[in-house]
C-alpha cells in the first residue's frame, strides 16, 4: 500500500470518526433533552393527573440531582463557576459521562468502569478534538482540525507522539518517531 493509499484510507476513517462523532454530540444531547423533560414531567404528577395548572412555569436553581430508586445520585447536572456540566453515573457510583460548557469551549468525556476518560470529544476556539485513551486514561490517538488543517497523532503507551500525519495548505505530511519522541522519517 503506497502512501497515496494510505492518505486515502486515512481520509475515509477521519470522514467515518466525525459521522460517528456527530451522533455521539446527537444522542448526548437528546439525553440531557429527555432527562429534564422526565424531570419536569414527574415533578408534579398529581397536578398533572387532575390536570391543574399550578406550578412554577420556571425551575432555577444550580444544581439537579436525579436518584434512582434507591436514592443514589445517577445524573448531576450543575452550573458553576466554569459553567455548565452534566455528570451521569452508572450503578456503582462511578462516572461515566460528562458534558461541560465554559469559556473556552465544550466537551464531552466517556469514562470506562473504573472512571478512567476513554473518549474526549471537544469544541474549542481552535476547532474540534477527539481524544481517544487506552485502558489506563493515557492518550494514545488524537485528532483534530484548526486553521491549518486536519490532524492525527497516535502515541506509544509511554504518552511518546510515535506517528503524526497533517495536512496543511502546504500538502499532506507523514512523520515517524521513535521510542524519545525524536522523528526518525518524514514525508515529505
Not at 7 to 19: D, F, G, H, S
Not at 26 to 47: D, E
Amino acid at each position: 500500500m503506497d502512501t497515496e493509499e494510505r492518505l486515502a484510507k486515512l481520509e475515509r476513517e477521519l470522514l467515518a470518526e466525525k459521522r460517528r462523532t456527530r451522533w455521539v454530540l446527537a444522542a448526548v444531547g437528546l439525553g440531557v433533552v429527555g432527562v429534564l423533560a422526565w424531570t419536569w414531567a414527574t415533578s408534579t404528577p398529581t397536578a398533572q393527573a387532575q390536570g391543574a395548572n399550578i406550578g412554577p412555569k420556571v425551575i432555577r436553581a444550580t444544581q439537579f440531582i436525579l436518584e434512582d430508586e434507591t436514592g443514589k445520585a445517577r445524573a448531576r447536572l450543575v452550573v458553576d463557576k466554569d459553567g455548565p456540566g452534566l455528570a451521569l453515573y452508572d450503578e456503582t457510583g462511578q462516572i461515566r459521562a460528562g458534558l461541560g460548557v465554559n469559556k473556552d469551549g465544550a466537551e464531552l468525556t466517556l469514562l470506562d468502569e473504573t472512571s478512567k476518560p476513554r473518549a474526549m470529544l471537544s469544541m474549542g476556539k481552535d476547532g474540534p478534538g477527539l481524544v481517544l485513551g487506552d485502558e489506563t486514561g493515557k492518550k494514545r490517538v488524537g485528532l483534530a482540525v484548526d486553521k491549518e488543517g486536519p490532524r492525527l497523532a497516535l502515541d506509544d503507551e509511554t504518552g511518546k507522539a510515535r506517528a503524526g500525519l497533517t495536512v496543511s495548505k502546504d500538502g499532506p505530511r507523514l512523520a515517524l518517531s521513535d521510542e524519545t519522541g525524536k522523528v526518525i522519517w518524514s514525508q515529505p
